[in-house]
């Protein structure tokens, strides 16, 4: 994985962002990141609490710099609370058919109490319509 990393001019002690940015404002940035079976997400670190929205799930290989690597399960419709790390990271979808579709919101502001990993499915199939009648206009 180092070799690609590196001629991408990205290293460990040199990160680059996570994916596409799509908005930032004082509050909140939101990134999009789309991966193809076998392609990298090359070096990046996560400075600030943040939600990874995943949309379509893959199978993720993820190395940090100290060499420490790991791999996950990420499923479809699903959200991931992280709180922010120290460490800087690279992953590739190890998929052989799955392209991973997921949305990255950097929390700029600071959790006060909550420093647990949190896990929530969304638009379950079970999940029922918001509407409870129709309205009249």
Not at 102 to 110: C, Q, S
Request: negative net charge; aromatic residues 8%.
């Amino acid at each position: 994985m180092n070799a690609v990393l590196d001629a991408e001019g990205r290293s460990a002690k040199k990160p680059g962002p996570p994916g596409t940015l799509l908005f930032e404002n004082a509050q909140i940035r939101i990134w999009e990141l789309i991966l193809g079976p076998g392609e990298y997400c090359l070096w990046h670190d996560h400075p600030y609490d943040h939600l990874l929205i995943a949309y379509d799930g893959a199978k993720i290989e993820g190395v940090y710099a100290d060499g420490e690597r790991i791999c996950l399960d990420v499923d479809d419709r699903q959200a991931y609370y992280i709180p922010k790390g120290a460490r800087t990271e690279a992953a590739r979808n190890v998929s052989e058919d799955r392209t991973l579709r997921e949305l990255i919101v950097d929390l700029k502001v600071p959790a006060l109490d909550n420093n647990a990993v949190a896990i929530v499915n969304f638009f379950r199939p079970e999940t029922p319509t918001t509407a409870t009648a129709t309205p009249t206009f």
